[in-house]
């Protein structure tokens, strides 16, 4: 079975400075790796997705993200934040065999940013 | 116009009652889902509704129950409500590109039971 590690529960970046966010899966094939954001009382929307080709992605908002299959990872990134950014931030890993692509979410990142 | 929109937004109720959360698409999407959200924020999928038929349904008590009349829509009814009930409850659907499966979330409900 799939699942997903986000190491880090809680971040707090300055306004501006660079941002990592960690992401690590467990599956065993090619995996379909996403990573949405969820806004204080909103649902979850789509930052980026990898599923093929090249391992950097771009996302909105000017998130990207670097699959790396030998650490099984999938670690968002930003060069600089902005204070809109604060939210909590999935990562998610898609079942590619299961005929659905049902994801499995990790347990989430909070992410606050100072000004 | 609200993509997936459910109702309530908010539901507070006491232990062993029974309720229904709602759940539309205007997206014209085949498939539907409904997640759970934890405390913890640890958020997974509960069912799974394609055309109208269940085709993923997680380990959950059968005290839920999914109802889909139609493939705009995916309700939620739980019966006997308890404690562990409480947490933000998604519907979302999706939209399929090739091997790609986009989902489009709702703004939850959060229920608290009493």
């Known amino acids: 079975a799939q699942s997903v590690t986000q190491p880090d529960i809680h971040i707090t970046v300055s306004e501006g400075a660079s941002l990592e966010l960690r992401c690590n899966y467990s599956y065993g094939a090619t995996p379909y790796l996403f990573w949405y954001v969820q806004s204080p009382g909103q649902g979850l929307q789509l930052l980026l997705k990898?599923?093929?080709?090249?391992?950097l992605v771009q996302g909105i908002k000017g998130f990207e993200a670097e699959f790396k299959r030998s650490q099984s990872s999938f670690n968002l990134r930003k060069p600089s934040v902005h204070w809109s950014d604060a939210a909590e931030y999935f990562c998610a890993v898609g079942a590619g065999n299961t005929g659905r692509r049902a994801l499995t979410f990790g347990s989430g990142t909070r992410l606050q940013v100072q000004p | 116009d609200t993509a997936v929109s459910q109702t309530p937004k908010y539901l507070v109720t006491q232990m062993g009652n029974d309720k229904s959360i709602k759940c539309e698409q205007n997206?014209?999407?085949?498939?539907m889902y409904w997640y759970k959200q934890d405390s913890k924020k640890f958020l997974k999928i509960m069912f799974s509704?394609?055309?109208?038929?269940?085709?993923i349904n997680e380990t959950v008590p059968n005290r839920f129950s999914p109802k889909s009349p139609d493939k705009a829509h995916l309700n939620l009814h739980i019966n006997s409500l308890e404690l562990g009930d409480s947490a933000v409850y998604f519907c979302?659907?999706?939209?399929?590109?090739?091997?790609?499966?986009?989902?489009?979330f709702g703004s939850g409900t959060q229920l608290s039971v009493l």
């Open positions: 990898y599923f093929s080709g090249d391992t």
């Open positions: 509704y394609n055309n109208k038929e269940l085709i």
């Open positions: 997206l014209g999407h085949d498939t």
């Open positions: 979302a659907s999706s939209q399929v590109t090739g091997l790609y499966e986009k989902l489009f």
